[in-house]
């Protein structure tokens, strides 16, 4: 029992007079009743004996003992952070950035790599996965993203309506602001808005997901019974972003018309007829085009930063949170680079 422990200074005092003890063996009889002061008890004395190097075989004490023992260790080593580095130079702190960087992007081409060729073997049928999850993951990126999706790009076309208004109520040309509304949003902002929100409720899940299966040890399960993580969990989760993204992205551009019709015609007081003729004549193929352009390299970002995180996730809960926010963070990084790229280079071609 706790009551009849020795206390910590007689121990370190019996170590310290013992210099050439170079292992300990714990052990206390299974009829020995105890509580968490033994625990405690014997806690610091394996950290005493860590100090000294001292070896402690702990085969002796109770079963109980020995998990909150091995749990209570963990923790400890959790909690030991280690020393601050002193800086370096700053060319030598360059030099480690840049190392990182290339690693991760080795990393990244890595495994867009391992999804190229997951999805060459699905082509030719030599890739499995449950089709039930499947469909079930195309209606979480479509059908329940549906709402979010309404409601942010209805209130950007209205938006744009009132910001458009402004400007042109000066040289009498309120009509134009269906030519505002139209290109705006079918060419980039239906998608831009489509893949944050895609990324931070869909990405922020594959994330979380791939991440409490790798901290469960059920990725590890998969490779040992022989099947690929990558054709198991990320290929369909890729699909399904980009099969829904572009059916998001052009009901996203209706939401956006619609509500700068709305604003138009009840606030600027506009000609419901004369705004849908404008809005028609603004709004080319090649827009739309330009739009499902943007919507598809979307899909792929979200998708590959979301599955990339959880896959990459650390083994504990902490990880999982950060898996998911560095999922996030990642994809809409990625969307907004890869629109001024997109944007760029359309403007080179002329389109």
Known sequence: M????????????????HPDIVQINLSVSEDLKWDSGLVSFLLKLIRECEQKKIQV??????????????????????????????RGPWLERVGEKALKVEESLRKVLDFIGD?????????????????????????????????????????????????????????????????IVAIGMVRVLSAVM????????????????????????EIDALKTLGVSPVEFLVVPRVLALILMMPLLTIYADLMGLVGGFLISISVLHLNPIEYINNTQHAVKLSFVWIGLIHSFVFAVIIAVAGCLRGIQCERDAAGVGKATTSAVVTAITGIVIATAIITFICQILGV
């Open 2 to 17: 706790s009551t009849g422990l020795i206390s910590e200074s007689v121990v370190t005092s019996q170590l310290a007079s």
């Open 57 to 86: 075989a702990r085969e002796g004490l109770p079963q109980e003992a020995q998990k909150l023992l091995a749990l209570a260790l963990k923790v400890h080593e959790k909690t030991n952070i280690a020393p601050v580095k002193t």
């Open 115 to 179: 999804i190229t060729v997951s999805l060459g073997r699905l082509i030719t049928g030599k890739v499995f996965f449950r089709w039930d999850d499947f469909l079930l993951l195309i209606k979480r990126c479509g059908v329940d993203t549906l709402m979010l999706v309404s409601l942010t790009s209805l209130l950007v076309g209205m938006i744009l309506s009132f910001v458009g208004s402004i400007q042109l109520k000066m040289f009498g040309a309120q009509i134009f602001v269906a030519d």
């Open 194 to 217: 489509a893949g944050i929100i895609v990324s931070g409720r869909i990405g922020a899940s594959f994330a979380a997901e791939l991440g409490m299966m790798q901290a469960n040890d």
